[in-house]
């Protein structure tokens, strides 16, 4: 099983429309939660820090349920530009506390 | 300036051969980690630095080098180049508790 799971998707939708990727992660011992997002051959970028008590910024809404270990991202009002590929990132705990990351949510917004 | 920089961004290599790629970073951070992408397989990691004296083996170490030459520069090696190396190469950095900073990536190929 792998530590971070999502859909690969690929997720098209119209310009305008609101869209939700999720994911779920194995390790219990995770402490920080993250998306980036990752444009075709570029590096990835934070998008945002997800916390427990859920987080927005802007257009985007991050929830995290550490009980069931999964973790969602939404995009309302989709724009073209929202168009790449979404990473779901997870911390691995312990001393080293490295940043394990999920295969990514490849999303296309449609004209 | 970019807050990481990679150099070479793209280089083609014959099997066999050693190659060296360079990463520096200009924000101050103690942790720089080499990670590998490859098509559905998500980013790997590499090797990690927490300091300068401080080197850890990644989950794909095997065929790889690293140098932490100072805080700023990290640099990786393979040290008889093979064809499933072949992939997008990305650096990091990372302060605190903060999402890591990546490079622009080496896209590497191995003929």
């Known amino acids: 099983r792998k530590e971070v799971e999502q859909d690969p998707g690929p997720f098209n939708v119209p310009e305008g429309a609101t869209v939700a990727f999720n994911c779920t992660y194995s390790?219990?011992?995770?402490?920080?939660f993250f998306w980036y997002r990752q444009d075709c051959r570029k590096e990835p970028k934070l998008l945002m820090s997800?916390?427990?008590s859920g987080n927005e910024d802007g257009r985007f809404t991050a929830q995290l349920n550490r009980a069931s270990q999964y973790i969602s991202l939404l995009i309302r009002d989709s724009k073209l530009s929202d168009s790449a590929t979404y990473l779901c990132?997870?911390?691995?705990?312990?001393?080293?506390?490295?940043?394990?990351f999920g295969t990514g949510t490849l999303l296309a917004v449609q004209p | 300036d970019a807050d990481v920089t990679q150099t070479p961004r793209n280089r083609i290599t014959k099997t066999g051969k050693r190659i060296m790629l360079e990463c520096s970073q200009t924000k101050g951070h103690d942790r720089m980690y080499w990670y590998r992408q490859d098509p559905g397989l998500g980013l790997r990691l590499i090797y990690y630095?927490?300091?300068?004296?401080?080197?850890n083996k990644g989950e794909i170490s095997d065929g790889y080098s690293v140098s932490r030459q100072a805080q700023a520069k990290f640099s990786l090696s393979l040290e008889s180049a093979i064809p499933n190396q072949t992939a997008l190469y990305f650096c990091?950095?990372?302060?605190?508790?903060?999402?890591?900073?990546f490079g622009s990536g080496t896209r590497l190929t191995v003929v």
């Open positions: 390790n219990s011992a995770s402490q920080s």
């Open positions: 997800v916390y427990s």
């Open positions: 990132v997870v911390t691995s705990g312990g001393a080293t506390n490295k940043l394990i």
């Open positions: 630095s927490f300091d300068v004296k401080d080197i």
């Open positions: 990091a950095s990372r302060g605190g508790n903060y999402g890591y900073t």
